[in-house]
């Protein structure tokens, strides 16, 4: 099991804390487990179905380039998500964490001290996935009207997704 650090943003209403920390090489376990749901990959289009555990860790060491900023979700001493940031933001959270506002509070923790030289942030989600939508409009990202279409190695095949931009030159809502 990948245990987290202490808490470092606390999520006020929790029960048990959640923080953000830095991954490492010991999350490799709990994110291949996390990706044997299909119910949480199929909103991750860059993995394939089923993923092997290669394909886990070369996920994991993409995460951990000195280029890419990224955090281990955790609940209690537990990993239960990612928030990345390259060229696009990116986040998953176990499907028995969601809507219980983890996700949101994740975000906003992450984005706390906006990247350098950037004038935003971007966020795509497939087309379908509404909670990943209503979340990213919810704290503050805006809709592009252009839909995207990219190839989704968990479907096979070309799937839509919505494009969102955060824009951090302004104050921020989070």
């Not at 830095?22 to 949480?40: G, K, M, N, V, Y």
């Not at 935003?120 to 989600?125: D, G, K, L, P, T």
């Amino acid at each position: 099991m990948t245990h987290c650090k202490p808490t470092i943003h606390p999520l006020p209403s929790a029960d048990t804390k959640t923080s953000l920390r830095r991954l490492s090489d010991t999350d490799a376990p709990a994110i291949h487990a996390a990706f044997q749901d299909r119910a949480l990959v199929r909103w991750l289009a860059a993995l394939p179905v089923p993923v092997e555990r290669s394909d886990s860790d070369r996920y994991l060491r993409f995460l951990l380039d000195p280029d890419v900023e990224a955090s281990a979700i955790c609940l209690g001493a537990r990993l239960i998500g990612v928030v990345s940031l390259s060229v696009e933001l990116s986040f998953w959270i176990e499907c028995n964490q969601h809507r219980k506002g983890i996700g949101g509070w994740a975000i906003t923790q992450f984005l706390k001290q906006p990247p350098k030289d950037r004038a935003s942030v971007i966020a795509c989600c497939m087309y379908d996935n509404l909670g990943a939508k209503a979340l990213l409009q919810k704290l503050g990202f805006q809709r592009d009207p252009m839909p995207v279409r990219r190839f989704s190695f968990a479907h096979r095949r070309g799937v839509d997704f919505t494009r969102y931009r955060l824009n951090t030159a302004l104050p921020s809502t989070l």
